[in-house]
């Protein structure tokens, strides 16, 4: 290589660097280079990491979010002490990333998407004065038409999550003059179907569900939201177009739980004919006998009893909700709402009033302070307990006036029935008792002593013969199957004697019989060695 060339290509190289050094200059200018240099290095370097880390901060909060079925689906994610705490490390990094362009590139194009990223990290954080103050401030200086939406729907969302109804109808307003970009279109249309249902308006938010749904790019995400379409076009008695939107969620293979419930809803939402009726009962007895869904038995017979009460079959909802009931283990939010349809139609359909005020109490015992219907049901339950309170004192003057009526031999009749009555129960009360503590010590007797099937007792029994432990018999375990020891064919043949008149120990038949008079003394029976062995017969 000549010194021509090593000359030429130093002196290229030099120029290289001497041009990239001008345009690092010149990025502190407001000529073409410097900005476009400003775009780059803003968009590409904090801004860049603190939308990332923002998009996958929002993906946990929304996955977060508490599915109660039995109550209209939440469109956004709750906010709470909770939620904050978990996310604060990452909202900090992202106000942290976002101020860096908004600091150090102030005149680039994305400064005013830095502040969108700094008022939603404080909008998470529940800063919600900082959050709206932000927005403002995007909306009023930004030359972007598309950030100045976002930053009015942020704005609207920041009203709204904190009960400030007036100004989030006023920025919506606003916002019905203005022509944005498919994405601010769609969280429009959410934020004010999130409004009208805050203001209990769901016939309004129809509407704009209606029209956010197909913006909606997340297939499970369309589907949820479609769910909730459902609900308040059942709300509505449209149960047609409920219909419809279920039937869309079920075609496009929705999450198990999603498709769960949105088939327990298309049951609620069909007809009542023999033919539907017919199909409802053998899809119901499917979803029972499903493994998968033991965890929701609860919430099949409380659909079955809710399917009872569309027919006006309260007797038979009564007993699907009993059975509910039972089926609820750590479910509490389930618990409530079967206590509360019990409490309904003991209210309102049966007029029995004490067993209402009692299910109405056990719904606000169980009901979260939170759910959209609490405080309704609170003031009912109040006023309930107190009316049944004051039905039992009229009840009970009644019955004594009329006690008072009688004729003494009647009063004492009457009296002697009313005694009677109550050492009855109170003896039924009592037997109850030590049959419960009879198990429950039973239970614990079994649980502390070692397992037979591991014992070498029984390790040696003959092929076809069952390790069954005589002691385990407890006559009180109704529908156990369990068998006293001589009423127990697979444990009386295991009986073998350790020896007998000749000196073998083959099995020996019992024989004799207790005494036909009770008071004379028991004869137990004696052993003889049979040859061959008999069938074994047990005592009388």
């Not at 904090?46 to 979010?65: D, I, S, V």
Request: charge should be neutral; aromatic fraction near 10%.
């Amino acid at each position: 290589m000549t010194n021509y060339s090593l000359n030429f290509r130093w002196l290229a190289w030099s120029g290289l660097l001497l041009g990239l050094g001008w345009l690092a200059g010149c990025a502190s200018s407001t000529g073409v280079v410097g900005h476009a240099i400003n775009n780059v290095a803003a968009r590409d370097n904090a801004y860049f990491l603190a939308r990332e880390q923002l998009r996958a901060t929002e993906t946990k909060l929304y996955a977060g979010r508490v599915n109660d079925y039995n109550q209209r689906l939440p469109l956004f994610p709750t906010l709470d002490s909770a939620s904050v705490r978990a996310n604060r490390a990452d909202l900090n990094g992202i106000i942290k990333r976002a101020s860096m362009p908004i600091q150090n590139r102030p005149g680039s194009d994305w400064t005013d998407d830095a502040y969108l990223l700094v008022a939603w990290a404080r909008f998470y954080s529940m800063q919600f004065d900082d959050a709206a103050l932000t927005f403002k401030y995007v909306n009023s200086t930004s030359k972007d038409p598309n950030a100045q939406h976002e930053g009015l729907i942020g704005l609207m969302r920041t009203f709204v999550a904190t009960d400030q109804l007036e100004s989030a109808k006023a920025v919506s307003d606003l916002l019905d003059r203005e022509v944005g970009t498919p994405a601010d279109a769609r969280e429009l249309f959410l934020t004010r179907a999130d409004y009208y249902l805050r203001t209990e308006e769901p016939k309004l938010a129809i509407p704009q569900l209606e029209r956010a749904v197909p913006l909606i790019e997340l297939k499970n995400e369309r589907s949820r939201t479609r769910y909730l379409l459902a609900q308040l076009y059942q709300e509505q008695g449209d149960d047609q177009k409920a219909v419809e939107q279920l039937n869309d969620i079920l075609a496009h293979n929705p999450p198990y739980e999603l498709d769960f419930f949105s088939k327990l809803l298309l049951a609620q939402v069909s007809g009542l004919d023999a033919e539907n009726k017919a199909r409802l009962d053998k899809y119901f007895a499917g979803l029972l006998k499903d493994p998968k869904n033991k965890e929701y038995h609860d919430k099949i017979y409380y659909e079955l009893a809710r399917l009872a009460y569309r027919q006006k079959d309260y007797a038979g909802a009564l007993a699907q909700l009993r059975t509910s009931a039972k089926a609820t283990t750590t479910n509490r939010s389930q618990k409530s709402y079967t206590y509360l349809l019990a409490g309904r139609i003991y209210y309102e359909n049966l007029q029995k009033f004490r067993l209402a005020a009692a299910y109405y109490d056990s719904t606000v015992q169980n009901m979260s302070q939170t759910a959209r219907t609490y405080v309704a049901v609170k003031e009912r339950a109040d006023i309930l307990k107190e009316f049944a309170k004051q039905y039992t004192i009229v009840e009970t003057q009644d019955s004594l006036q009329a006690l008072v009526r009688l004729e003494p031999g009647a009063l004492d009749q009457r009296l002697d029935q009313y005694a009677t009555a109550e050492l009855a129960a109170r003896e039924a009360a009592l037997a109850k008792k030590l049959l419960a503590d009879k198990i429950q010590a039973r239970a614990a007797e079994l649980a502390g002593r070692p397992s037979l099937t591991n014992s070498s007792s029984l390790s040696n029994l003959p092929s076809g013969q069952s390790n069954v432990d005589p002691l385990a018999f407890d006559p009180t375990a109704a529908g156990t199957g369990a068998q006293w020891y001589f009423d127990n064919p697979a444990t009386l043949g295991t009986a073998r004697p350790t020896s007998c008149a000749s000196g073998t120990t083959a099995a020996c038949r019992t024989t004799g019989a207790p005494a036909a008079n009770p008071t004379a003394p028991t004869r137990w029976p004696t052993a003889t060695c049979p040859s061959p062995p008999q069938a074994t017969t047990k005592p009388a």
